[in-house]
């Protein structure tokens, strides 16, 4: 199979816009085939009626601005998922990683059968409810399958959206902490809003307009996929005068292009306000940022996965001031990342929180002592 990668946003207009049907298909994967029963998933399956059919499950069960809302109730008490300790939370998290390397194919040399453990419970129905009783009642075109429903749920829901979600979230932290004075004009925005309130809720995310460059500017330099996911073309067509052939690969290279200087000034500076007066955003219509996709596949779950960032984000910089151990410098702070599909932090970061309510004591015992 020929491959072309693709590192310009002209070139990627092309492929996700220009000749966004040609270019709609998966090429065959022997690990997405295996790792998400028979590319049942959403990400890898053939562009057909049973993606068609299951893309309008996932966004209007579970995706939708509506949805995401409701979700809302359980984002701010989500301690239960990512506060404590759970069981089997080591080997969980271990067979996510291992799904996440295995997924591109590149590495793998034998496959062995997990077992693979799941838990809790939700009052309100979710998207393992949606898909069984669709599975039950036959509301669908074609019958719904155990493995259907399993591919996805296991790579969609599970390894993409949280992965995605948490990613980021250690990118922006990350980038926060070797910016300090970054850090500090957030966390200042942070706390005018919610000081009043004394903790963060979803109910005014929407002014912490700089909080939102960052996130932009963290998906820019560390998108989680740095290549996005392969299409195939489906037929012969020309882009940019060359001819390319039928059942040839494409791999967007999205993490070159968010760093190449001809489109990004500095663009190796974390730098958030250089979004601050730019309409360019990552919903599909810019191609020099495209860490979630564009045109047909591009990722559903944008809207999910966006609340899921700034929420935990802003709550960790109103409750906190972090500093590095040892005395280290910012400047010292270890950014490197292991290179591969899926982007991940080389070595854990490690940061020292210091509460905010003592931070205030301090602050109030002091103007205390000046009174007097």
């Not at 997405?32 to 009626?49: H, V």
């Not at 109730?73 to 939370?89: C, L, S």
């Amino acid at each position: 199979m020929s491959t072309i990668v693709v590192s310009s946003p002209e070139i990627v207009r092309e492929v996700m816009k220009t000749h966004d049907i040609v270019f709609v298909q998966r090429p065959y994967s022997f690990a997405s085939r295996i790792l998400s029963y028979d590319s049942q998933n959403i990400a890898f399956s053939p562009y057909g009626n049973y993606w068609r059919q299951m893309q309008k499950i996932c966004i209007m069960e579970l995706l939708s601005a509506k949805r995401v809302q409701s979700f809302r109730a359980i984002r701010e008490e989500k301690r239960v998922a990512f506060g404590g300790k759970t069981k089997g939370q080591e080997e969980f998290v271990s067979i996510v990683e291992e799904v996440a390397d295995l997924i591109g194919g590149f590495t793998i040399v034998d496959i062995e059968r997990k077992r693979i453990t799941e838990s809790g419970e939700r009052e309100e129905e979710d998207l393992v409810d949606v898909l069984l009783r669709i599975q039950k009642h036959g509301d669908l075109e074609f019958p719904l399958t155990d493995n259907n429903i399993k591919a996805v749920i296991l790579v969609r829901h599970f390894q993409c959206g949280k992965r995605d979600i948490i990613n980021n979230r250690r990118s922006g932290n990350v980038r926060n902490a070797e910016n300090p004075q970054v850090m500090k004009r957030a966390q200042a925005k942070v706390r005018r809003v919610f000081d009043k309130k004394g903790n963060v809720n979803e109910t005014c995310l929407h002014k912490l307009k700089y909080l939102n460059l960052v996130i932009k500017e963290t998906l820019r330099l560390h998108t989680s996929a740095p290549l996005l996911v392969p299409r195939e073309s489906g037929e012969q067509c020309t882009i940019n005068g060359y001819d390319i052939l039928a059942k040839t690969k494409v791999i967007v290279n999205a993490w070159a292009i968010g760093q190449d200087p001809k489109y990004w000034n500095e663009a190796e500076k974390f730098d958030p306000e250089r979004f601050l007066d730019s309409e360019i955003d990552f919903k599909g219509r810019d191609f020099e940022f495209t860490p979630f996709g564009a045109g047909r596949r591009i990722c559903p779950g944008i809207s999910f996965a966006i609340p899921n960032i700034e929420l935990p984000l802003a709550q960790l910089l109103y409750h906190f001031d972090w500093k590095l151990p040892d005395g280290k410098k910012y400047e010292e702070l270890d950014i490197e990342e292991d290179l591969g599909l899926i982007v991940r932090r080389k070595n854990y970061l490690i940061l020292i929180p210091i509460p905010y309510y003592q931070i205030l004591f301090f602050l109030l015992s002091k103007n205390t002592k000046n009174i007097c």
